[in-house]
């Protein structure tokens, strides 16, 4: 059975760093490309970040310049490194993972954590 655990949101002040983690059972983790989405209330699901199975990295326009993707093949884990957020990042943040590359539908990944959540207050 494929996993997906997402760890790591909680409240933060605007400004500050959150480090969120998806660690991943059940798949061969080198064979697939994993994603962060998030989904704020009234919003569609938006892809922030993506590894592919070969490292490329995607940053979505929110993402650029704030947050890191990396991934630790070893642990099978990918982690999210967000720094200088703000309130406008407040969503419930997912990982997900579909075979090779990245794309930024959501419709296209097979497998999704239950999500973790982010709150950035002002």
């Known amino acids: 059975e494929v996993q997906l655990v997402e760890s790591g949101g909680g409240l933060v002040q605007a400004g500050g760093s959150l480090r969120l983690s998806c660690a991943a059972s059940?798949?061969?983790?080198?064979?697939?490309?994993i994603a962060w989405f998030r989904q704020a209330p009234g919003k569609p699901r938006e892809e922030i970040a993506g590894?592919?199975?070969?490292?490329?990295?995607y940053y979505g326009d929110s993402a650029k310049g704030r947050f890191t993707i990396s991934s630790d093949n070893a642990k099978n884990t990918v982690v999210l490194q967000m720094n200088s957020l703000k309130p406008e990042d407040t969503a419930v943040y997912y990982c997900?993972?579909?075979?090779?590359?990245?794309?930024?539908?959501?419709?296209?990944?097979?497998?999704w954590g239950q999500g973790t959540q982010v709150t950035v207050s002002s």
């Open positions: 997900a993972a579909r075979l090779e590359s990245i794309t930024t539908s959501p419709l296209a990944y097979d497998y």
């Open positions: 059940g798949l061969n983790f080198d064979d697939y490309a």
């Open positions: 590894i592919s199975s070969e490292d490329y990295i």
